[in-house]
Nanobody, 124 residues
């Protein structure tokens, strides 16, 4: 399974970006998680979406600004990011946990497949 994340870039504070995560080799199932890692910090949970139901969950730091979604026909997950702040600057990763249970869906160690990451830089 290969996950391809794209859509990162440089944006001014208050701007928007939409990240995409496409899977090849298998159809998404279970949970698709979005994580980010800033320099010197641990990888942190941002959002996740249950592929079947579409139910989502978000970190408090992004709630109300980020929206996770998926397009089953395209086998692609998305993370729409609005009202971006400089503290959102990080490498963003998508991950797939086909066999995850709900209680593990915030834990990056429980995800089996990872994309290569895409840089998001928010300037002040």
């Amino acid at each position: 399974v290969q996950l391809q994340a794209s859509g990162g870039g440089l944006v001014q504070a208050g701007g928007s970006l939409t990240l995409s995560c496409a899977a090849s080799g298998r159809t998404f199932s279970g949970y698709v998680g979005w994580f980010r890692q800033a320099p010197g910090l641990e990888r942190e949970f941002v959002a996740r979406i249950n592929w079947s139901s579409g139910y989502t969950a978000y970190a408090d730091s992004v709630k109300g600004r980020f929206t996770a979604s998926r397009d089953k026909a395209k086998n692609t997950a998305y993370l729409q990011m609005k009202s971006l702040k400089p503290e959102d600057t990080a490498v963003y990763y998508c991950a797939l946990g086909p066999r995850l249970i709900l209680s593990d869906s915030h834990n990056p160690q429980r995800y089996d497949y990872w994309g290569q990451g895409t840089q998001v830089t928010v300037s002040s």
